[in-house]
């Protein structure tokens, strides 16, 4: 079994064990993501990309708690890395975050793969799927018009204030499309960023007080 196997082996459980916005199924598809931008960019340590894909949530502030690091920590401990592939993949995985606008750069075309991979994820109708599935887990308004989107938040106020679902769509991930840094990802986030605003386009339609 090689790295990217056991890896792949000691995630699943943890990530199935996140509501439907984090499960492995979204490891799944950010991995495929980073395959297709992969494609586009050339030479790159592909190794390294699915590492850091399959780690880059176990240890998300929203489910770790205090536990920090911990989970990270313990699978590297066990795949048998280099020391300098172990800090490259942490170095990653430290950039992915948007954090309320707060995140890391990512300085290789590997980080910026994964981050751009990870966003892709967020934004169009998966995107839109997963903020309502995680709005839902955490007892979130579907909408509430009269909120405003916060700018130059904090990370922690980004993190600790419950707004609405749809109010998520604006200090996240209609800011998305901008801040890819791969060309391949910039593509398909323009799609993606589109199909959002034609839903909330129509969600304002149907939650009209005029009906």
Not at 90 to 119: C, M, N, P, Q, Y
Request: glycine fraction near 6%; include cysteine; hydrophobic fraction near 40%.
């Amino acid at each position: 079994m090689d790295a990217i196997e056991k890896c792949e082996h000691l995630v699943k459980d943890i990530y199935n064990n996140f509501d439907a916005s984090h499960d492995f199924q979204h490891i799944e598809r950010v991995r495929h993501n980073a395959l297709l931008i992969s494609k586009e960019e050339g030479l790159v340590r592909q190794d390294i990309i699915e590492l850091a894909v399959l780690l880059h949530d176990v240890s998300d502030v929203k489910y770790s708690g205090n536990e920090g690091k911990a989970k990270e920590t313990a699978i590297l401990d066990q795949l048998q890395l280099s020391l300098t592939d172990r800090k490259w993949i942490v170095d990653i995985i430290d950039s992915v975050s948007f954090s309320g606008g707060h995140e890391k750069e990512a300085l290789t075309i590997e980080a910026k793969i994964v981050r751009d991979a990870d966003r892709l994820d967020a934004i169009g109708a998966v995107g839109i799927a997963r903020t309502f599935a995680f709005g839902g887990a955490k007892g979130r308004k579907l909408y509430d018009w009269s909120e405003s989107a916060r700018v130059n938040m904090t990370e922690q106020e980004y993190r600790t204030k419950e707004t609405s679902s749809v109010t998520h769509f604006y200090e996240k991930l209609l800011l998305l499309k901008d801040l890819m840094l791969t060309e391949a990802g910039k593509k398909i986030a323009l799609q993606r960023h589109e199909f959002m605003l034609a839903f909330i386009d129509q969600l304002k339609i149907e939650t009209s007080e005029k009906l």
